[in-house]
């Protein structure tokens, strides 16, 4: 029988979504401006631009023939995360915060491979789940036991990576990635309750060990890359006490989002100024200060309609490869919007992850623009055959 196709189409909700959300990054940028030295919101204009470039030569090309190039995109990001790890080329790798994740290039500015290794990941992890799912029509345990130990062997090396720059958000970020993509590759549930409630009690005996001895385990994470994930987190247990080290920038955040009240202080109105980072992983901080609870009301909407329109085109699509890159990118988006809020509220420790499409930075919004390439390239090759359910 003749399948009707759905005509091709554009996901013009989608496009309009990411152009209010560019619209209001470039015009946070512009009004923290003078408290910044230099223009990053022109440096946001031109990226949102270079990466409209991208998404469209992404439409010119069939999303299947990812699968072909997956692995060559994940040992393109492993490389990079391995020059960075040994400080490779010297000159290039960059170290800022106290975390190599860059690369500095004469001409190009910098890049952060890591942001780029969430999408290499995604497209890799959906090939794997793919080609096992072809192997193994039946799921038993045996055959679902061993997806998760190919997804892991996939998974934990770049994480592992990112982990010691160290950059504590960026392992979080692929850490939510995997776990919405083994949520959907059709392991039993059985499985996947057995590794969480293993994650749990590991994570629980972390902490309880913590407690019951802080001494100990501050001299042994001492002079480690993860001293200062330490000094994050003691700073979000205790902001007043450690408000000169790790709950610096968390006292200063919350007195922001505080001041603008329901409405807001106005646009450029600022009474707390002197906020680390707040073109980056702090840009919620002045949008809730200008516009208070009702413009970050409408930024967390859109931000909420574009997870849901993410959602929505993933359970549209018939080809297995392309739900499973989606949800890949479901999971970084959500777990990132999360993140970058929840920190900034004292719900969860701070982590240098930036807010999706608001926060400055050449590779994050590149990335995230590369992924609404692809989704927009799953939903125009979306067909919709007569009779289906």
């Not at 910098?110 to 780029?116: M, V």
């Not at 999408?119 to 036991?145: G, R, Y």
């Not at 247990?237 to 409405?263: C, F, P």
Request: net charge negative; aromatic share 12%; with cysteine.
């Amino acid at each position: 029988m003749q399948s009707k196709t759905r005509t091709a189409n554009i996901d013009y909700v989608l496009i309009s979504i990411i152009i209010l959300l560019a619209i209001i990054s470039i015009f946070s940028l512009y009004t923290i401006q003078p408290y910044l030295n230099d223009t990053y919101y022109i440096k946001q204009m031109v990226w949102y631009i270079v990466g409209a470039i991208v998404i469209g030569v992404i439409m010119l090309i069939d999303y299947d023939r990812l699968r072909q190039v997956s692995w060559i995109l994940y040992g393109f990001g492993m490389i990079m995360l391995i020059l960075l790890h040994f400080h490779l080329p010297p000159g290039i790798a960059k170290e800022a915060g106290g975390a190599w994740g860059w690369f500095e290039f004469p001409v190009l500015g910098t890049l952060q491979p890591a942001e780029f290794m969430k999408v290499f990941l995604i497209i890799a992890l959906a090939h794997l789940i793919i080609m096992h799912n072809d192997k193994f029509k039946e799921h038993m345990n045996k055959s679902d036991s061993w997806l998760l130990v190919k997804v892991l062997i996939v998974a934990l090396p770049p994480m592992g990576l990112i982990a010691l720059q160290p950059d504590l958000g960026g392992f979080l970020v692929l850490g939510a990635i995997v776990f919405c993509m083994v949520l959907v590759s059709g392991i039993r549930w059985r499985v996947i309750f057995s590794l969480m409630i293993v994650a749990l009690i590991t994570i629980a005996a972390l902490i309880f060990i913590y407690i019951t001895f802080p001494e100990p385990v501050d001299d042994l994470i001492s002079d480690t890359p993860f001293e200062h994930v330490e000094s994050r987190f003691t700073g979000w247990l205790d902001t007043e006490v450690n408000g000169q080290s790790g709950g610096y920038q968390l006292i200063r955040a919350m007195l922001a989002i505080g001041s603008g009240q329901l409405s807001g202080k106005g646009i450029g109105e600022f009474e707390v100024s002197n906020i680390p980072e707040r073109h980056t992983d702090m840009i919620f901080t002045s949008i809730a200060e200008q516009f208070g609870f009702i413009g970050s009301s409408i930024l967390i909407t859109l931000l909420f309609l574009l997870v849901y329109r993410l959602i929505h085109i993933a359970l549209q699509s018939n080809d297995p490869f392309g739900s499973y890159l989606i949800t890949g990118f479901i999971g970084m988006f959500t777990y990132q919007i999360f993140q970058n809020i929840g920190m900034t509220i004292k719900l969860l420790p701070i982590t240098g992850l930036p807010l999706p499409f608001i926060s400055y930075g050449g590779s994050s919004t590149l990335t995230y623009l590369i992924a609404i390439g692809i989704v927009l390239n799953i939903h125009y090759r979306t067909k919709v055959f007569m009779f289906d359910s």
